[in-house]
């Protein structure tokens, strides 16, 4: 638990930091401080997914692989469509920090 926790938050904070470089280079003035509570919420959920794949055991890690980042970039985009993120980030952009 506690090292499920320590990834759940470096992830959250290196979301954090590719937003923020998103935010500067779209000349953007602020990100709102509920932002960065959903982002921790997709970030938990997303690792619960990465747990979730590897108990399944493929076997092929290509295959696994695939899979991880196919059920990111869907979460991703769910959570962006209820969390109304594409006002202000494209689905291009949501799409690539995802891959990243």
Not at 23 to 30: E, N, R, S
Request: aromatic fraction near 12%; hydrophobic fraction near 60%; proline fraction near 0%.
């Amino acid at each position: 638990m506690k090292k499920f926790m320590i990834n759940a938050f470096a992830t959250t904070g290196i979301s954090l930091i590719m937003l923020s470089f998103v935010a500067l280079a779209f000349h953007a003035k602020c990100i709102y401080l509920e932002t960065v509570f959903q982002i921790f919420v997709v970030n938990v959920l997303s690792h619960l997914l990465i747990i979730l794949i590897r108990k399944m055991d493929f076997r092929s890690n290509c295959l696994e692989m695939t899979l991880e980042l196919i059920s990111l970039e869907s979460e991703l985009l769910i959570f962006g469509w209820l969390f109304h993120w594409f006002t202000s980030v494209s689905v291009a952009i949501l799409v690539i920090m995802g891959g990243g």
